[in-house]
């Protein structure tokens, strides 16, 4: 990564960071319909005045059809996700690189260990957040029993498949302009893939698979689509519920030329998840991809070289 992609992906954090409260504000303001019967209690014990309940009204009821349910969602949620965002934002991405060192960035064995330490941890601190301290039932939340095990691979590759292939195409497209405009002649890797690229660790490939292909999709889903993209539905306009969610959800993983596919795919997501209720749909969607995008990686390389100079 050289010093002016990076420039770029902290501005375009910076971007999104300052969108939130712009967003919350504008839907409060303006968009926010308002309700057409007498007002009732607000489900919460918040009292109004509260920067993310400004005389919010009670939410809607869960009408088969309108997409995934929020009712759940209060106040307490979204400052937990933004406390969450504030955590991603310091964490991952172009907070936490270091362009000097990234092509002196190894992967080994414990490095990996500690990744799948990381998202065990993320999962079990936001389920266990979910569960214990809000006193839901996960499972139910994000309807993870909607539909039979079975189908779920089924509906994944029916949104994937042409999905990852239309994105493919834009991102084909829209490369050349950008490695143009960046005075480029060939994309710059993101960290991790450089380094995975020169181990030959068998060991390294296996954790890989694990981090990559399942903790990453349980992870990533659990928090960008089930949580972050809930809440932010709840609170302010779903399309910007969709758009900000998918752009942070691109801009951690800290690669300027994978900003744009990366958050296409996080609208691809959101899209599945929406209209299957089941965020199992993305998650295996999420696993699929990154499994192929690894298989490439480690036997195609010569691929992978390819489209980084297109």
Same mark, same amino acid.
């Given at each position: 990564?050289?010093?002016?992609?990076?420039?770029?992906?902290?501005?375009?954090?910076?971007?999104?960071?300052?969108?939130?409260?712009?967003?919350?504000?504008?839907?409060?303001?303006?968009?926010?319909?308002?309700?057409?019967?007498?007002?009732?209690?607000?489900?919460?014990?918040?009292?109004?005045?509260?920067?993310?309940?400004?005389?919010?009204?009670?939410?809607?009821?869960?009408?088969?059809?309108?997409?995934?349910?929020?009712?759940?969602?209060?106040?307490?949620?979204?400052?937990?996700?933004?406390?969450?965002?504030?955590?991603?934002?310091?964490?991952?991405?172009?907070?936490?690189?270091?362009?000097?060192?990234?092509?002196?960035?190894?992967?080994?064995?414990?490095?990996?260990?500690?990744?799948?330490?990381?998202?065990?941890?993320?999962?079990?601190?936001? #389920? &266990?957040? +979910?569960?214990?301290?809000? @006193?839901?039932?996960?499972?139910? $939340?994000?309807? /993870?029993?909607?539909? %039979?095990?079975?189908?779920?691979?089924? #509906? &994944?590759? +029916?949104?994937?498949?042409? @999905?990852?292939?239309?994105?493919? $195409?834009?991102? /084909?497209?829209?490369? %050349?302009?950008?490695?143009?405009?960046?005075?480029?002649?060939?994309?710059?890797?993101?960290?991790?893939?450089?380094?995975?690229?020169?181990?030959?660790?068998?060991?390294?490939?296996?954790?890989?698979?694990?981090?990559?292909?399942?903790?990453?999709?349980?992870?990533?889903?659990?928090?960008?689509?089930?949580?972050?993209?809930?809440?932010?539905?709840?609170?302010?306009?779903?399309?910007?519920?969709?758009?900000?969610?998918?752009?942070?959800?691109?801009?951690?993983?800290?690669?300027?030329?994978?900003?744009?596919?990366?958050?296409?795919?996080?609208?691809?997501?959101?899209?599945?998840?929406?209209?299957?209720?089941?965020?199992?749909?993305?998650?295996?969607?999420?696993?699929?991809?990154?499994?192929?995008?690894?298989?490439?990686?480690?036997?195609?390389?010569?691929?992978?070289?390819?489209?980084?100079?297109?």
């Amino acid at each position: 990564m050289t010093s002016a992609e990076h420039r770029l992906l902290v501005l375009a954090l910076a971007w999104i960071l300052a969108s939130i409260p712009l967003a919350l504000l504008v839907w409060q303001v303006w968009l926010r319909p308002r309700p057409v019967h007498p007002v009732i209690p607000h489900e919460d014990a918040v009292p109004a005045g509260s920067f993310l309940d400004v005389a919010l009204p009670p939410p809607l009821p869960d009408i088969p059809g309108r997409g995934v349910p929020v009712r759940h969602w209060k106040a307490v949620d979204g400052w937990v996700a933004l406390g969450l965002v504030a955590v991603l934002s310091w964490l991952m991405g172009p907070m936490a690189l270091d362009p000097a060192k990234a092509s002196t960035f190894q992967a080994s064995p414990e490095v990996l260990y500690g990744q799948m330490v990381f998202q065990a941890g993320f999962v079990g601190l936001l #389920w &266990a957040y +979910l569960a214990v301290s809000r @006193g839901l039932n996960p499972v139910q $939340l994000f309807g /993870l029993k909607r539909q %039979p095990l079975w189908a779920v691979p089924a #509906w &994944a590759l +029916l949104w994937i498949v042409p @999905g990852t292939m239309l994105i493919g $195409l834009i991102n /084909l497209l829209t490369m %050349p302009h950008l490695l143009k405009w960046l005075g480029q002649s060939e994309a710059s890797p993101q960290m991790m893939i450089q380094a995975l690229q020169q181990s030959p660790d068998d060991l390294v490939k296996v954790l890989t698979y694990l981090t990559v292909a399942v903790g990453a999709p349980l992870m990533e889903e659990l928090i960008f689509r089930g949580f972050l993209y809930g809440v932010a539905k709840r609170f302010t306009h779903w399309s910007y519920a969709a758009i900000g969610s998918s752009l942070f959800f691109a801009v951690v993983h800290g690669n300027v030329m994978s900003f744009l596919p990366l958050t296409l795919l996080g609208l691809l997501f959101a899209a599945a998840y929406e209209q299957t209720k089941n965020l199992l749909v993305p998650v295996v969607m999420h696993a699929v991809f990154n499994a192929f995008q690894v298989s490439v990686l480690f036997y195609f390389p010569e691929i992978v070289q390819q489209l980084e100079k297109s």
